[in-house]
């Protein structure tokens, strides 16, 4: 029955984070993962998660009943407030669900809107998360994944100009537009704050749907309101329905734990009860409940001052670090005089940088000098540290100039 199935290209992600842990070369690196890593390129559980876990466990009323099935009721009060802002004035109409992490966010958005708008395309930044295909293609391959022009891989700039002449030229009412909220994966370069007003603008003339994907609030810039600018800006700013998809695998570094929640900003009250009542439905025939573990911790650090003011000395440390890698691996580049543009490094924000090696390149990284990044060239900053930072700059400027 099931001998006849198409084989499809295993993960590249997952496959590089196999190929890794099997290497046992001692000055191995992996620049693959979206993961953080620190000073040592360990795992790093944050301070504000620890003493939240502490708390939770050391209260003997802490069980192991399901949730509702829209989830933790304190986590999605304050998600909401986290990414629309603690005054949300129109919380009243922002439908929120609990998902398994922001793949769930983004899947049960994208089978939502199949389900309730039946879109013609959904628009995704060309280059992407590898999972926006992934998803739209298995949610409904009848949804025309159509691709914006984001970024300039030779300048590794935004292609702004074309990115506005496609959506408004091509782009048809009702269509979908995915973007990143910040730290866009994989490029590291967001829009500044007048292209996303453009953006806004062309999303409200064309009156597209616009599906906010924030993996990385807080972690990109440390701020969390900078961090969510431009869903705020969509939000208030314009009348727009809108979806937001909202992760917090990485700004908690609770990658296992698949914590996530789905909103969906309704404007009025009645489309907000029917989109609760679909999305509760979806959910239901999938999960039936999210798990409990991690929205206890998210909504236990977000509930509690001293908690929350010691995560974001968290977040900061994690994008300082980052920031301060960018840096390191800049300098050593230029110090070696390696063959290619680099300064991109330094501003890009989040996890990650695109590099413009090219496959063979990569290749070469991976076979002689146990460094591993995506066959796309991305390389996630969190793998470098002060110990091996030199190293893979000596290792890149070899493959540029052999
Ligand atoms: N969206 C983007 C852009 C991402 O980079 C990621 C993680 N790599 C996710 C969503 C989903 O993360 P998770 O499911 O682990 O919360």
């Keep these: ?22 290497d046992n070369f001692p000055f ?46 304190a986590l999605l009060d304050r998600a909401q407030s986290l990414i629309f802002g603690a005054t949300c004035k129109d919380a009243a109409t922002i439908a929120s669900i609990q998902t398994i992490a922001g793949t769930g966010a983004n ?21 992407t ?15 025309e994944r159509q691709t914006y022009p984001y970024f300039n891989k030779q300048s590794f700039t935004i292609n702004f100009e074309d990115t506005i002449s496609t959506l408004k030229l091509k782009a048809k009412e009702g269509d979908i537009v995915i973007f990143h909220g910040c730290a866009h994966n994989p490029t590291g370069i967001d829009f500044t704050k007048d292209q996303w007003k453009a ?9 597209l749907v616009p599906f906010f994907d924030v993996a990385y609030q807080g972690f990109a810039t440390g ?36 914590v996530g929640v789905l909103h969906v900003v309704c404007r009025t009250e009645i489309a ?7 999305l509760s439905r979806l959910s239901r025939a999938e999960i039936t409940t999210a798990p409990i573990n991690g929205a206890r911790i998210v909504a236990k650090v977000l509930g509690d001052a001293d908690l929350k003011q010691q995560w974001q000395k968290d977040l900061l440390h994690m994008s300082h670090r980052m920031k301060s890698m960018r840096k390191r691996l800049l300098d050593a580049l230029l110090k070696y005089q390696t063959p290619g543009s680099w300064d991109h490094i330094l501003t890009d924000i989040g996890m990650f940088s695109m590099t413009g090696l090219q496959p063979d390149q990569i290749r070469q990284l991976k076979g002689i ?14 793998g470098l540290t002060e110990h091996n930072v030199e190293y893979v700059a000596m290792s890149i400027n070899k493959v540029v100039t052999t």
């Design 1 to 22: 029955l099931f001998a006849n199935l198409s084989e499809a290209e295993p993960d590249a992600a997952f496959a590089l984070i196999e190929a890794y842990k099997a």
């Design 28 to 73: 191995k690196v992996d620049l693959s993962p979206g993961f953080y890593r620190d000073e040592d390129a360990r795992p790093w559980i944050l301070p504000s998660v620890e003493k939240a876990k502490q708390q939770l466990w050391s209260d003997s009323t802490t069980d192991h009943e399901h949730l509702p099935i829209l989830g933790h009721t």
């Design 107 to 127: 899947h049960l958005g994208a089978l939502f809107l199949a389900k309730a708008r039946r879109p013609r395309s959904v628009w995704i930044s060309d280059p």
């Design 129 to 143: 998360w590898i999972n926006h295909h992934e998803i739209w293609q298995w949610v409904d391959s009848r949804i």
């Design 199 to 207: 953006v806004a603008a062309v999303c409200e003339e064309k009156n």
């Design 223 to 258: 701020d969390l309101a900078e961090d969510a600018w431009s869903v705020r800006h969509f939000f208030y700013n314009t009348s727009l329905e809108m979806l937001v998809a909202q992760s917090f695998s990485k700004n908690f570094g609770l990658y296992g734990e698949r």
């Design 272 to 278: 907000k009860s029917k989109t609760l009542n679909m």
């Design 369 to 382: 000098y146990h460094i591993y990044l995506l066959p796309s060239g991305r390389i996630s900053i969190t």
